[in-house]
């Protein structure tokens, strides 16, 4: 059995140090009040039982508070006490420190909660270990100096997540819209280097990934960009393909027809059109930034956004190559065809495309079996999108959407300065996210001790402390200059401000946005209820609930002009950190705690028994009110020899649901060879790990895994509590 120590290293459990822990505090007290050795030994094996009960690691925290608990039941007050106030003056001394503890657990690859904190992040690459060092000095400052005390003091006993506090100490935003168009068309900057209009389509997805890096280094979210910006380049490759071709011909005296030249030149287009792809995805793979991670890049592939003609024609060429080369995967270091996490693939199901006798129906049959075998593209529905937003537009990154623009309408002029501006068209390209904040719905519905006037009195009390925090982070942007990024806010791929302009009216008139994110929209309503929100009688609840935070972010907006909107938070460490929190501050729920995990936003719970299509419709219901961010899965077996199944579930996503994905299974053993599923069991000590079916290799760096985690694909392993919930997703197919 393991536990967490305090700086986050992974340690085996020794009932000896609990024993001696309870002797100190009993030879402080009189002897009338000691406790028998017989009764301290007892105490210390109810505190194992317990432990081995929790089916995961608990912290030393932990440890401690259960064993307040057991002097408590033994009515040992004096014990007890004294037991506190001496973890009360550790912690005053720790405090000087931990921030240094904490680092240096990190250097020596030893801290087991960071090793597990994102799935796309190598903990012991020096890069990596770079950015989590600054990152825990900033969370340090953040906590001490940059936010009051009862916001961190909230999430730190897991009331609220305050989102990227290793970040929170520069000036820096979450995630965006690239205005790649901009960039490409009227050039850019990048590290002092002027970047002019590429006169090629190579060129053009050279730049573009050049680009994308400089923005990933800039920000912490993720980041978009549209293949319909880079479709204009090909027919510029193709002018110069028939000229090269006609010069050739001439140069060998050779006669030619237009027909011949044109066929040649397409050839060439085609060749290109395959390296331009080839060279987005492995450079986006093997590009570095400076957060120790390959970019986290969302592309956008939308059919009807180029306009009709050639140029929509040679989209669909950029698109089919995308996903050619996407189905064919990536090689790992032993040379074998794996499943890559970026970059992430968004396919648009529009009238074009959606039915057998549509002009683009062959990529949708693409799209089909690039899902079944590398879990993207993921799929937006044009359809249900103009019904809810009245415009068709990217995710920035995997599912965090801008509110519709309502600037254009207003009369807000072109703020951003840019160069592609055009009057009296929506803008969403160039605009981006302050930041997250997320309430934790499931701790909300605890504290109320399922009173429900208690429980709306608690909401509003937490929300206010969200909206506090959410502002918090509006103002650190506030007075920014665009210096601090040159790229984002000077050079075109946010705006293009002068230098020493700061970015403030970016931050208003729905320009941008900001997001009250929530988790745990299911055990919330399990524990008032009783039932799941897919029951009837817990669905109204849930509905209210979701309608009480899109209330009040509507109330923010009116009063402050800026977009706060709701956001179906992913959840990835935060899961396993919510979890643990619970847990410690209720005990353990049937139903509602007695996991290592919650629920990600509305969805519904992983071991829920429900149909594909049953599961979409009903979560497009609350898709819907969750105009900040959202995205629905279903999970799915192989489905390599039925892509006709996959064809009909990407049809009903369409006429139902906006934003959806499929997940299925693409891992890989090393040692054996074996392609499927890795399969997750519980080890000796009842941690869970991963183990091949087929050979039993259960090394990590001998395998590759591939599974979604929270609408991107992770590839890294994932803590504990994510883990568990991965474990025990069913199949809705």
């Not at 909660?113 to 690459?125: L, M, R």
């Not at 400089?214 to 979210?221: L, M």
């Not at 060439?268 to 093997?286: A, F, N, P, S």
């Not at 044009?382 to 068709?392: H, I, P, S, T, W």
Request: proline share 3%; glycine share 6%; net charge neutral.
């Amino acid at each position: 059995m393991k536990i967490i120590k305090r700086s986050g290293a992974e340690a085996g459990f020794d009932i000896e140090k609990i024993i001696e822990a309870i002797r100190k505090a009993n030879n402080s007290v009189k002897d009338s009040e000691k406790l028998s050795e017989k009764e301290i030994e007892a105490i210390a094996d109810k505190v194992e039982r317990n432990l081995r009960e929790m089916s995961r690691s608990a912290s030393v925290e932990e440890i401690q508070d259960m064993v307040e608990n057991q002097l408590m039941k033994y009515q040992a007050y004096t014990i007890a006490r004294n037991y506190i106030t001496y973890r009360y003056r550790r912690a005053l001394i720790r405090k000087s420190n931990s921030t240094d503890q904490q680092i240096l657990s990190l250097l020596e690859c030893n801290n087991e909660e960071v090793k597990q904190e994102n799935s796309n992040k190598n903990p012991t690459v020096n890069s990596v270990q770079r950015d989590y060092m600054a990152g825990e000095v900033s969370k340090d400052i953040t906590k001490r100096f940059l936010l009051p005390a009862d916001i961190v003091e909230a999430h730190e006993k897991g009331i609220i997540h305050f989102h990227d506090a290793d970040y929170f100490a520069q000036h820096m935003h979450n995630c965006c819209l690239v205005n790649l168009e901009d960039m490409l068309q009227n050039g850019t900057v990048i590290s002092e280097t002027m970047i002019e209009k590429p006169k090629s389509f190579s060129t053009a997805c050279n730049v573009a990934t050049q680009a994308i890096a400089q923005i990933a280094s800039s920000q912490y979210g993720g980041q978009s960009i549209s293949l319909a910006h880079l479709a204009p380049f090909v027919q510029l490759s193709r002018d110069k393909f028939k000229a090269q071709v006609r010069e050739e011909f001439e140069a060998i005296g050779k006669s030619y027809t237009e027909e011949e030249i044109n066929k040649i030149a397409e050839i060439r287009v085609l060749d290109e059109i395959k390296r331009g792809c080839q060279m987005i995805q492995y450079q986006v793979i093997t590009l570095m930034t400076t957060n120790g991670q390959a970019p986290f890049i969302t592309v956008f592939m939308y059919i009807d956004e180029a306009p009709e003609g050639r140029t929509r024609d040679d989209l669909a060429l950029i698109i089919e190559e995308m996903l050619n080369q996407r189905i064919l995967g990536v090689k790992n270091e032993k040379g074998v065809y794996i499943t890559p996490a970026f970059p992430k693939l968004i396919y648009v199901l529009e009238e074009d495309n959606i039915r057998k006798d549509s002009k683009y129906w062959y990529l949708t049959e693409l799209a089909a079996k690039c899902t079944a075998k590398r879990m993207v593209p993921d799929y937006i529905s044009e359809k249900v999108m103009l019904e809810l937003k009245g415009d068709v537009y990217t995710p920035m990154g995997c599912r965090s959407f801008l509110t519709p623009d309502r600037f254009t309408e207003a009369g807000v002029p072109n703020i951003a300065h840019a160069k592609n501006y055009q009057p009296g068209k929506h803008k969403y390209y160039g605009r981006f996210n302050q930041g997250v904040v997320t309430i934790n719905l499931v701790d909300v519905a605890c504290s109320s001790e399922r009173d429900m006037d208690r429980f709306w009195a608690i909401l509003d009390e937490r929300l206010d402390l969200c909206r506090r925090a959410l502002m918090c982070r509006h103002n650190r942007l506030k007075g920014t200059p665009s210096d601090v990024a040159p790229i984002l806010w000077q050079y075109g791929a946010l705006a293009r401000l002068e230098k020493g302009e700061k970015i403030d009216a970016l931050l208003y008139n729905g320009y941008s946005t900001i997001s009250l994110g929530y988790a745990g929209l299911y055990e919330c309503t399990k524990y008032m209820t009783g039932k799941s929100h897919t029951d009837n009688e817990g669905k109204p609840f849930a509905l209210e609930v979701m309608k009480r935070l899109n209330a009040a972010c509507a109330k923010w907006k009116a009063e402050t002009n800026i977009d706060f909107s709701i956001y179906g938070t992913p959840l990835e460490s935060t899961t396993y950190k919510f979890a643990k929190a619970l847990q410690k501050r209720f005990g353990i729920i049937p139903g509602v705690t007695d996991r290592n995990y919650i629920t990600n936003s509305y969805h519904v719970h992983v071991t829920e028994q429900i149909d594909a299509f049953e599961k979409l419709k009903f979560e497009s219901e609350f898709q819907a009110l969750s105009p900040g961010g959202a995205i629905s899965y279903v999970e799915v077996p192989n489905m390599s020899d039925n892509i006709e199944a996959v064809l009909s579930v990407m049809q009903y996503i369409y006429d139902n649901i906006m934003y959806a994905e499929l997940n299925t299974k693409s891992d890989y053993c090393q040692e054996c060879g074996y392609t499927g599923e890795i399969e997750i069991v519980n080890d000796a000590h009842g941690k869970l790990i991963w183990k091949c079916p087929n050979c039993g290799n259960t090394d990590q760096n001998k395998m590759n895994v591939a599974r979604r985690t929270c609408g991107y694909i992770g590839t890294q392993f994932w803590n504990q509590g994510r883990t568990q919930e991965i474990k025990e997703r069913v199949l809705h197919l």
